[in-house]
């Protein structure tokens, strides 16, 4: 850098020219040094807020799947066991209801033929005993009936058949008595 000096002092200008050379190297350096820095901050700022960007994005998203997958294995799990447990309730529920059902069936119409065919058989046996009574009572009534006409005819019959046998006897005896 030239400047002109009174009395041409070269040494005064060599200082001069030192110094002005090393000021502009150290402007230069130092903005040199500050732009690189500044740039290199920036793009390590930027850098690092594109991976936490993207750090933050990919976690974000990561655990948003995540749930939801979660959620939805949650809820589908939850409806299966929920219809399961329905369809499990509901099956056995119907199935004791028919199995007694029919066991209270059976045992009601059971009950009922045997009480049907013992009051059937029981009725049944009275009416025969009954019969046979009666018919025997019957019989036993017209054969002591028959009996008893019977002796009585024959007592009858034989007493009247001697009575006048004797009556006979008497009468033609007296009167070949008294007559003859």
Do not use: A, D, S, V
């Not at 997958?69 to 929920?82: D, G, M, V």
Request: with cysteine; proline share 0%.
């Amino acid at each position: 850098m030239l400047i002109k000096i009174q009395f041409n002092n070269i040494n005064y200008y060599y200082y001069y020219y030192y110094y002005f050379y090393y000021y502009y190297y150290y402007y230069y350096y130092y903005y040199y040094y500050y732009y690189y820095y500044y740039y290199y901050y920036y793009y390590y700022c930027y850098c690092y807020y594109y991976y936490y960007y993207y750090y933050y994005y990919y976690y974000y998203y990561y655990y948003y799947y995540y749930y939801y997958y979660y959620y939805y294995y949650y809820y589908y799990y939850y409806y299966y066991y929920y219809y399961y447990y329905y369809y499990y309730y509901y099956y056995y529920y119907y199935y004791y209801y028919f199995y007694y059902y029919y066991y209270y069936y059976y045992y009601y119409y059971y009950y009922y033929y045997y009480y049907y065919y013992y009051y059937y058989y029981y009725y049944y046996y009275y009416y025969y005993y009954y019969y046979y009574y009666y018919y025997y009572y019957y019989y036993y009534y017209y054969y002591y009936y028959y009996y008893y006409y019977y002796y009585y005819y024959y007592y009858y019959y034989y007493y009247y058949y001697y009575y006048y046998y004797y009556y006979y006897y008497y009468y033609y005896y007296y009167y070949f008595y008294y007559y003859y």
